[in-house]
């Protein structure tokens, strides 16, 4: 336990824009910032519990931090880091979509949001392990192997039909504006 705390310490001695911040309140207060640090975690978690607008507050977890991150990586030469972002997108869409179809009854079971902060910093935790690593290796990587011709069919045949149909709107709408100017 002594080795997280260690690292949690560390974490918040690192040198940018939120540690300068917790230094000055540490420097104003006279609390340690390992104090504050945790008593803010306190507070974001007491209000996933209970807070208005939980939700929110969740999605901004879950998508600002990736959201920087992704930025960062797609300006570096790294190439791991970009598979990295790109595998916590692909699990945090599927997520979205699943729960939007369960999101209406989930959000009423006690600790969802939470439940779901959780789940989301797991996904993007800088860790080998993380939830998008896994989630992405053990279930969507065989699944669309499994089922990736079926898939480009389907994407293929679905361009198609748009193409087809802006094709005809665009023909119709260039159609009705030439007719629009003879009959005036």
């Known amino acids: ?24 309140l540490e420097a104003k207060t006279g609390v340690q910032r390992e104090y504050l640090a945790l008593g803010f975690l306190g507070v974001v978690m007491l209000y996933l519990l209970f807070g208005y607008g939980a939700s929110l507050l969740c999605n901004l977890i879950g998508f600002t931090y990736p959201a920087y991150y992704s930025i960062k990586a797609i300006e570096s030469s790294n190439k791991e880091d970009d598979t990295q972002w790109l595998t916590y997108w692909v699990v945090y869409g599927l997520f979205g979509i699943v729960e939007a179809f369960s999101d209406i009854f989930l959000s009423w ?14 996904c993007m935790a800088p860790v080998s392990w993380n939830g998008s690593a896994v989630l992405y290796n053990r279930v969507i990587r065989p699944f669309f192997l499994k089922h990736q011709s079926a898939m480009d069919n389907v994407v293929n045949d679905l361009s198609s039909k748009a193409k087809n149909i802006t094709d005809n709107v665009t023909k119709e709408a260039v159609n009705r504006a030439l007719n629009h100017d003879k009959d005036q």
């Open 109 to 122: 079971f006690p600790f969802y949001f939470l439940s779901k902060c959780v789940f989301l910093i797991w």
């Open 1 to 24: 336990m002594s080795q997280y705390r260690e690292r949690f310490v560390a974490l918040l001695h690192e040198k940018n824009f939120v540690t300068d911040q917790l230094a000055t």
